[in-house]
């Protein structure tokens, strides 16, 4: 560190050359300048690396050798360049107000910049340690998923690929489109979404004597363990994006458990439907 500035690591690469399909912006520059090519790139909120071609040509990356590998390969008088950082968070706490030519890019919160992600994705600012060259990241709204973030998820599966951590989460009733709360538990091999939970002293309550074919809801808005269940609606929108229904004995929500290890009665919806005509 010196004059309170940060501190630029460079790790460089000779005759290596990132997938063209990740340029993002190409500059020319003095004979071989590293500095002024990561200057370029500090400036660029989708750079993650950068590399310079027959000495001149400054190209900016929007993807990393730590994320994809797979995708430098040897290519003659080319020069592959990463960057890191020390001491970021510390040092820009100190630099309040003030900045330098290369760290002022670094100060500037990407989320700011118009469009930064596509479609409906929601911008988050990053600030690691353990990925200096990524300044932010790009996820969807609660209740979407896909690259552009227009796909529903109308049940927990839609969850499945995530924490796995049972507890409320969001999902899209795909009959009328609505955004709503669901539970969702996950166990070693599935993802379940409670549809109907109520105490034994709940029992003889109309909603809980009908079949699910029914449309009885109760607190489906705010969920109550001791009485709680879906609209035939959304029960039918999760059924969509679901292969089994399983009823189960209660079982501590605070604990990951697998439902199996409590009693529990399984069928597959396919057999249900002709069950239920």
Known sequence: MFNNRPQFIIKAEKNKEFDKSCLIETFNIGNGN?????????????????????????????SHKKGNSSLLHDKDDCVYAMYEMRDLTETFQKLEGQCSSMNC??????????????????????????????????????????????????????????????????????????????YCHFDSESAWTLVQSYS????????????????RPISENALTWSGYRLSKARMESIKSN??????????????????NQSDFVQLELQNLKTIVG
């Open 34 to 62: 590293i500095a002024d090519c990561l200057k370029h790139c500090l400036e660029n909120c989708r750079c993650q690396s950068f590399q310079i071609c027959d000495k001149t040509k400054c190209q900016l990356c929007s």
């Open 105 to 182: 890019p670094m100060k500037y919160n990407c989320c700011q910049q118009s469009g930064i992600c596509l479609e409906n994705k929601i911008c988050k600012p990053v600030n690691s340690q353990e990925q200096p060259w990524k300044r932010f990241t790009c996820a969807c709204p609660d209740g979407y998923h896909g690259d552009n973030c227009d796909q529903p998820i109308t049940s927990c599966q839609g969850y499945a690929k995530g924490s796995r951590k049972s507890g409320m989460y969001k999902a899209v009733d795909s009959i009328v489109g609505l955004l709503y709360s669901v």
């Open 242 to 259: 679901s292969t089994f229904l399983q009823f189960t004995c209660d079982y501590d929500k605070d604990i990951a458990i697998d439902l």
């Open 200 to 215: 034994f002293a709940n029992r003889s309550l109309d909603h809980f004597k009908k079949s699910l074919s029914n449309n």
